[in-house]
Every structure is written in C-alpha cells, then in structure tokens.
T-cell receptor, first 109, second 115 residues
C-alpha cells in the first residue's frame, strides 16, 4: 500500500498546455517536498511546503499544501519541453521522507 | 562545490555475486542516506546515518545488505549475495542536518542489474 498516492502516473501533453499533479495521503505530514528527476540523475528539490494551506510559486510552477497537511498539488502553466521529467512528492514524518511513486510528465513541442 | 558522488554508475552482475556501491557526500553534510528506487517508483529509504551512526536502518534487509560510514564521511553499501529482485537504482543523498525539512541532495545513483 502506497502511503503517498500520486496522480496521474503518466501525463503526455503538448507545449503550452496547463497541467496539475496531485499527491494524496490519509496521513498528516510535517512538511511536503516536491522533486524533479531526469533520466540517469537523482531527484532535485523544487520546493518545501510546511504550513497547511501554503502556496508557493516557482516561475510557472505553483505548489499548494492542503489545509490538513495530508495532500498537495503541483500546477504547471504553459508547459514547455524542458519540463519533461519525473515529478516526485515526498512527505516528511519521523525524521524521514516518504516518496510517492512519481508522475512521469512528457511535454511535446 | 561538488555534488554527491557515487560510483560505479552502472553495475551488471550475476545472481549470488556480491556487489558494493560507494558514496561521497557533499562536504560538511553530516547526514547521509541510501535509497533504492525501482523502475516506475519513488525512492525508498534503506538507511540513514548521522555522522558515523546508523540512526534508521529499519528498512535495510539485513540478511544480505550491509552499510558502513566508518569516518562519518563517505559510505559503502554492500549486497551479498545479490538476488534478481535487487535490480534497481541505488541512490545516495546527503543533507546538512537530520531533520526531514532539510533539503536532501541526491547523487546520480548506481543502476544495478542482476542477471
């Protein structure tokens, strides 16, 4: 059983489209992180959200932490081919990170 | 500043053979993590070190996996003997502190294939 469920698992869109990736759990986390991983590389941290309801923006990426700190979303506006990659959410609990299974995003020019 | 260094990048072995992975964390990072990432999945923590002490090894299959970080800097993860199901990417990460809010910096990983 996956503690953190990400959806969708795969997403293929055209350049310029918007998209949202969801990260859901029945458990509360003290914080939640979003990572992006490219083939043959390790994950790279994009953002950490700590407070329930918190919204953070990173250029065309908007991250939101749910009010109850159980879920999060990542919204990308006007996706570009350079956004292609595996997006991972990770919840912090008990001194460790628990990762979701990832969302594989492909943005076609 | 150099990132987390891992070697080898790729390893192909036959089942029942031993294998070892090496990790050099970012200078000054006291906390070191080893993760396993299966295809199409997120990383799963195997072991976490604070300096030379393993503070969380609850997910490490201790019958065949071992790890060490003798001087609190670089670390080695060993599998002996390897099984087919051990095929995965083994990621090393480091951070300044041990709290989960701290950013973890990942190495490129070692892709292990067990035949």
């Amino acid at each position: 059983t996956q503690l953190l469920e990400q959806s969708p698992q795969f997403l293929s869109i055209q350049e310029g489209e918007n998209l949202t990736v969801y990260c859901n759990s029945s458990s509360v986390f003290s914080s939640l992180q979003w990572y992006r991983q490219e083939p043959g590389e390790g994950p790279v941290l994009l953002v950490t959200v700590v407070t329930g309801g918190e919204v953070k923006k990173l250029k065309r990426l908007t991250f939101q932490f749910g009010d109850a700190r159980k879920d999060s979303s990542l919204h990308i506006t006007a996706a570009q081919p350079g956004d292609t990659g595996l997006y991972l959410c990770a919840g912090a609990r008990g001194g460790k990170l628990i990762f979701g299974q990832g969302t594989e995003l492909s943005v076609k020019p | 500043e150099a990132g987390v260094v891992q070697s080898p990048r790729y390893k192909i072995i036959e089942k029942k053979q031993p294998v070892a992975f090496w990790c050099n964390p970012i200078s000054g990072h006291n906390t070191l993590y080893w993760y396993r990432q299966n295809l199409g999945q997120g990383p799963e923590l195997l072991i976490r070190y604070e300096n030379e002490e393993a503070v969380d090894d609850s997910q490490l299959p201790k019958d065949r996996f071992s790890a060490e970080r003798l001087k609190g800097v670089d670390s080695t993860l060993k599998i002996q003997p390897a099984e087919l199901g051990d095929s995965a990417v083994y990621l090393c990460a480091s951070s300044l502190g041990g709290t989960s809010h701290n950013e973890q910096f990942f190495g490129p990983g070692t892709r292990l294939t067990v035949l």
